[in-house]
């Protein structure tokens, strides 16, 4: 890695808008850079991960586990098109020393191969991001597979079948009625007006589509001191 630095480093060591000081910097401090390439964390780490589906935000393991799934597969999908994007970089690399063996010894040509040359150290230092890139992606994937083993190992010690877990639906009423009671105890602190009617009737409609369902009294058991104020300030 520290060699892929310094050769990008050479490619614009000539170039005027650097100035020699700052390549004199950039030069001794090639491994520190190139250790910060390596090391700048992407997307989440599993603290992240976790605060995501936290019990604020996902009151039930069938909404925790749903949003981990959804959140892995953007992860996966993700992780895919950069395969693709790796490959195609390869190719273009091929291309240009392809194209750099044909050239001749003209003035024109030696013009060329520079420019080609140039672009070539910086297919290879693109690349060098993309394997970079995927090795996080791969962390993204992982860890959200582990979150999802360990919540539909919770669920099915409860009795839940795996058609149950998997069906989004199939949780969505209750993980919803939670969620919107939650969210309904920032209206203390809100003073727009459009946002707290939005509060109130998602709340108000989370609660009704529970008591037409018969599970309002089964629900109501489990609810927190906060869940419980939120269903004060809507006078159930």
């Given amino acids: 890695m520290n060699e892929l630095v310094l050769s990008i480093v050479n490619v614009v060591k000539n170039v005027d808008v650097i100035k020699k000081d700052d390549m004199e910097f950039l030069v001794q401090n090639s491994k520190s850079l190139s250790k910060v390439m390596e090391s700048t964390y992407m997307w989440r780490t599993d603290y992240q991960k976790h605060s995501i589906i936290s019990d604020f935000n996902y009151p039930t393991l069938h909404g925790k586990f749903h949003q981990a799934i959804l959140e892995q597969k953007v992860q996966f999908d993700q992780s895919m098109y950069l395969a693709k994007d790796f490959e195609m970089k390869k190719l273009e690399i091929e291309d240009i020393l392809l194209d750099i063996e044909e050239l001749t010894d003209s003035k024109r040509d030696m013009i060329v191969a520079k420019k080609k040359q140039i ?118």
Avoid: H, P
């Avoid at 989004?168 to 209750?174: L, R, Y």
């Avoid at 209206?187 to 037409?212: C, M, P, W, Y």
């Fill in 119 to 236: 672009e070539l150290q910086f297919n290879q230092y693109e690349l060098k991001n993309m394997q970079i890139a995927m090795d996080y992606r791969m962390k993204e994937v992982k860890g959200w597979q582990v979150i999802i083993n360990d919540l539909q190992k919770v669920m099915e010690s409860q009795g839940l079948s795996e058609d149950i877990i998997w069906s989004k639906s199939n949780g969505e009423m209750a993980a919803t009625f939670f969620q919107s009671l939650n969210n309904l105890g920032g209206i203390k602190n809100s003073t727009d007006g459009a946002e707290r009617n939005n509060l109130l009737s998602l709340a108000l409609f989370a609660v009704q589509q529970v008591k037409n369902s018969g599970r309002y009294e089964e629900l109501l058991k489990i609810c927190n001191k906060e869940q419980l104020e939120a269903l004060g300030l809507l006078g159930v």
